[in-house]
């Protein structure tokens, strides 16, 4: 992936708990950093603004892997490159590139929202087994959400652009 890349989402404000922040990413070469990725955000809501650079240079890791035991590393901040496969395995998910991949910039916890809210879905249209499976794993990534559930959150990415930062 190189040249210039855009991507604008909404997504839940950390500040304020609404689904108001709108992020902006752009991927660009930037001087002295190399590939990057640029997040601004900002809430509607509540007015919290933060920017970040974020430099994706790191092509020699393909898997990165980080254990979250402690309800601080919830906010671990996720880089997933539009490559990256992402898996839990304790609690059963993966998020595969897909066939209109895109990358996105989160924490651990907006990770478990993006899941939680493929599985509430699937809970509200699926019968039989499939809809039992799927009400487990909300129970699973909700208690995983809360910080009672250990868990190991892994990014395979065949270009090694995809990284974990731990909150320290
Ligand atoms: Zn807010």
Redesign the pocket.
């Known amino acids: 992936m190189d040249g210039k890349e855009h991507f604008s989402y909404k997504a839940i404000?950390p500040?304020?708990?609404?689904a108001?922040?709108s992020v902006e990413e752009l991927y660009d070469e930037i001087p002295g950093l190399g590939r990057a990725v640029l997040v601004s955000m900002r809430?509607?809501?509540?007015?919290?603004a933060a920017y970040h650079e974020i430099p994706l240079e790191n092509r020699g890791i393909r898997k990165v892997e980080f254990r979250v035991s402690e309800e601080k590393h919830l906010t671990a901040r996720v880089i997933r490159s539009p490559t990256g496969m992402i898996r839990i395995p304790e609690l059963g998910l993966e998020l595969s590139p897909g066939s209109r991949p895109v990358g996105f910039v989160t924490n651990v916890e907006g990770v478990l929202q993006r899941f939680l809210d493929v599985a509430e879905q699937l809970a509200g249209t699926a019968e039989g087994p499939e809809k039992e499976g799927a009400e487990m794993a909300i129970r699973r990534i909700r208690s995983a959400i809360s910080g009672a559930l250990p868990f190991t959150i892994i990014i395979e990415d065949d270009l090694g652009n995809s990284a974990i930062i731990p909150p320290d």
Not at 43 to 48: L, N, Q, V
């Open positions: 404000c500040g304020c708990g609404e108001a922040l809430c509607a809501k509540c007015g919290m």
